[in-house]
């Protein structure tokens, strides 16, 4: 029986490891997880309430470059700097994983309860980081969760350090061009 959309999002939100090997393996889930991606920072954006349409449309369009270059990074920290014996992996398959793990996000929509907003993005970012370890331990095939945390945070040191030169190639943020 083939799995509806909004139940692979219910399961990856709830941890479902079995999901993320399926989706690891499903080629055809990758529209699937381009679009958990979107409406992830779409409920963003309403649950921020900031940046009007045109913010909404931006957040989505860099949350899209962001995963694909999270999954790229991901991917290469993880199959060729860090790999155990078993890793074997694409691109792809992070894509499709990574996205999935963006599901959580999908309650910061949430953040538009008065008085909600700093606790509903708070707890959506932490379940959104605890989905993307056990996405990058099963697409990577690691039998070590440490590992996956590692290849995580190594990835976020590096995407942090990239942005920051990027930042100062055009002045730096919030300085008047």
């Known amino acids: 029986m ?3 959309y909004a139940n692979r999002v219910i399961r990856a939100a709830k941890l479902d490891v079995a999901l993320y090997e399926e989706v690891e393996a499903d080629t055809t889930a ?23 349409f045109g913010g909404i449309i931006i957040a989505s369009v860099g949350a899209l470059i962001s ?17 155990e014996p078993q890793t074997h992996a694409t691109h792809g398959e992070l894509l499709r994983t990574i996205g999935f793990s ?25 379940w959104m980081l605890v989905a993307m370890v056990i996405a990058v331990r ?23 350090i990239v942005l920051a030169l990027v930042l100062s190639l055009f002045g730096g943020a919030g300085r008047p061009v």
């Open 138 to 160: 099963q697409a990577l095939d690691y039998q070590s969760t440490w590992r996956a945390v590692g290849v995580c945070v190594i990835g976020w040191i590096v995407q942090g």
């Open 102 to 126: 963006s599901s959580p996000g999908l309650l910061r929509v949430l953040g538009v309860i008065p008085g909600l907003r700093g606790i509903v993005f708070l707890v959506a970012g932490i």
């Open 67 to 83: 995963w694909y270059i999270w999954a790229y990074l991901t991917y290469w920290i993880g199959a060729k700097f860090l790999p």
């Open 2 to 4: 083939a799995d509806t």
């Open 30 to 52: 990758t529209s699937q997880a381009v679009g958990i991606v979107v409406l992830s920072a779409i409920a963003a954006g309403v649950g921020a309430r900031s940046g009007g």
